[in-house]
């Protein structure tokens, strides 16, 4: 059996690529290399074989025509097989190196049913792993290759990653029900370590390591991070020592690559509010999961080729990938430009009488198939979200939203009050709507504790509490978990009067319209933290001592932070993805990647708060 080793290799991604996509960060790019130095590594026909976590990450990078013509014409779970055997298939084999993948590949390698096997991690393989797997391949002798490409997390975008872990909702809320028992901490914890350190191994960084100060889970992920990057790997993860071209920030040297570790509580406010930029909306109010749309509302009459499914893919769908951040009204505006176009060529295609007029037709026939199929696809959804917006009352419920959620809007408790009755008051509007509305009035104006009960008070009064219990709950549940003595940053600018005032400014300059005044506070924070204003009290340096820390502040200061990696426990959202993409343009001196436990959205959110 072939011995592991870690490299990039394989068509479709070449030497200066692959440095271009290092030097970037570009998530997508070094991901897509190890999926196609994988699926090209042998010629012929091949299967390929994944576990649940690595079959989510292979289809967000690589799409079927594209592994169709790296000549895979089969994808299997290694958990989910009839069993038939394609003794003409060569196995592509791309898992995680846990103990239970470990056994389903050896059952595979003792009875096996294809003609060979490439075996590709995506983290380090334990030396007890290797050797049982070295046991179960003794006879057959089928496995020809076997390499560590380090993957062990899901690509969002370029610049936005997730390390998915079991019962997300107990990080947001430790009293949160979960199916099949209680996962510990201990084992979420080690989850995260698993799909960071493969981040900086894919990635060739060591960063140094902060937290947020108050979160069990960033304090004891800092730690782990630490002992294995700096004390039991440290020799794999020191780059410069070994040649590989990439940056270490040692324990006690320059401040070039920081991972900064938060925590959800410390910004409830973004997962709640209505989202008005296209990806964000998507997935707020229809719903998306790994780049898949439900039509809910369309007549079915209606619905194109694709039926009631749709696929988002940035790499594929050059619209989206141009309006993902854009707003609401931009969106719109475009896709009747695009449905202009699309009326246009149609027209033209209509007029097909010559034999140059035929030659034509076949010859952009493909191009016109594809644009058909765009534009009934964006008009669908665009269609689908203005039902929901109609519906539930949005443009009006959304206005106070951000009014609430803006830190320099000058709101008085009482007024504010006032118009979240009359909104939950609103004919059919949502208990959802109702519940998010005090959610956010509560966070804002949580020291006026009696108008924060009658506004509980009303709610019970319109039914809530009676339909939607847990719902209810959540009211109070986000104050508990997420209050101002919880978190360590200032969500609401209100802990400084110069911190108020730089606040005050950047909300009331640029702002597009009423619905986009709030910015995430991961914006704010990672300002002060490229200019070393980040507090070290609220956001201390994971070390091996306090004279390391020390050092650690002290190289910061002297040069800020190049590259950031925020990793938030809990979850992190699209309207973070579209800041953070925002920071990458204006900031070219320092490159931020965003991660995060789950991807989030209200319904998440509520659901994980509602006991």
């Not at 060569?90 to 060979?116: D, G």
């Not at 950047?506 to 933290?529: C, D, F, I």
Request: with cysteine.
């Amino acid at each position: 059996m072939a011995t592991a080793s870690s490299s990039y290799r394989g068509p479709g991604f070449d030497e200066r690529a692959k440095q271009e996509a290092l030097a970037s960060m570009d998530l997508v790019r070094i991901g897509r290399s190890y999926l196609l130095g994988a699926v090209g590594a042998c010629p012929g026909y091949k299967v390929l074989l994944l576990d649940r976590d690595t079959m989510q990450s292979a289809s967000t990078l690589l799409g079927r025509v594209e592994m169709g013509e790296h000549g895979v014409v089969l994808v299997e779970r290694i958990h989910e097989h009839g069993g038939k055997r394609h003794e003409e298939l060569k196995a592509i084999c791309f898992l995680r190196p846990t103990r239970e993948n470990v056994r389903l590949l050896k059952e595979e390698l003792r009875a096996p049913r294809f003609h060979s096997y490439h075996v590709y991690f995506s983290n380090i393989v334990p030396q007890i792993h290797m050797q049982e797997l070295a046991e179960a391949d003794a006879l057959n002798q089928q496995v020809h290759e076997l390499q560590e490409y380090y993957a062990d997390f899901s690509v969002v975008g370029q610049e936005h990653f997730l390390v998915p872990c079991p019962y997300n909702d107990l990080l947001l809320n430790p009293k949160a029900s979960v199916p099949g028992g209680v996962a510990s901490l201990y084992e979420q914890v080690d989850r995260f370590v698993q799909g960071l350190s493969s981040l900086f191994l894919a990635l060739k960084r060591r960063p140094v390591i902060r937290f947020q100060r108050g979160s069990d889970g960033a304090r004891r992920l800092a730690d782990s991070l630490y002992q294995l990057v700096y004390r039991q790997q440290g020799q794999l993860f020191d780059f410069k020592a070994r040649g590989g071209g990439g940056m270490s920030s040692g324990g006690s040297g320059s401040g070039g690559v920081v991972v900064l570790l938060l925590d959800r509580k410390d910004d409830p406010v973004t997962p709640l509010l209505t989202q008005w930029t296209y990806q964000a909306m998507i997935h707020e109010l229809l719903g998306m999961q790994d780049g898949r749309v439900t039509l809910r509302f369309t007549k079915e009459a209606d619905l194109g080729p694709d039926g009631r499914e749709l696929v988002l893919d940035a790499q594929t769908d050059d619209f989206f990938a141009k309006h993902r951040f854009s707003n609401y009204g931009e969106v719109g505006m475009d896709v009747k430009s695009l449905l202009d176009v699309y009326q246009s060529k149609s027209t033209r295609h209509k007029n097909v009488e010559s034999l140059d007029d035929m030659k034509r037709f076949i010859a952009e026939h493909g191009d016109f198939t594809r644009l058909q199929n765009n534009v009934t696809k964006h008009v669908h959804i665009m269609g689908e979200l203005a039902e929901v917006i109609t519906r539930r009352h949005l443009m009006e419920i959304s206005s106070a939203e951000q009014e609430m959620a803006n830190p320099a809007a000058n709101l008085s408790s009482a007024a504010s009050y006032e118009e979240v009755l009359r909104l939950t008051r609103l004919p059919g509007v949502a208990d959802k709507d109702c519940v998010r509305l005090a959610m956010l009035y509560a966070l804002r104006f949580e020291s006026d504790t009696q108008r924060v009960r009658s506004l509980m008070d009303a709610l019970v009064a319109c039914g809530v509490r009676d339909r939607a219990p847990g719902l209810f709950s959540a009211v109070q549940a986000v104050l508990a978990i997420a209050g101002g003595s919880e978190r360590a940053g200032d969500l609401y600018a209100s802990r400084s009067m110069i911190t108020k005032a730089l606040t005050m400014f950047r909300g009331l300059k640029g702002v597009e319209n009423v619905y986009t005044q709030h910015t995430p506070l991961l914006a704010e924070t990672l300002s002060l933290l490229s200019q070393d204003k980040l507090e070290v009290a609220d956001y201390p340096y994971m070390a091996g001592s306090n004279d390391d820390a020390a050092n650690l502040a002290a190289a910061a200061r002297r040069r800020p932070p190049r590259e950031v990696i925020v990793f938030i426990v809990g979850g992190s959202t699209y309207e973070e993805h579209k800041a953070v993409a925002e920071w990458n343009t204006r900031n070219p001196g320092c490159r931020v990647l965003l991660g995060g436990s789950a991807l989030l959205n209200s319904d998440a959110l509520l659901a994980a708060l509602s006991t």
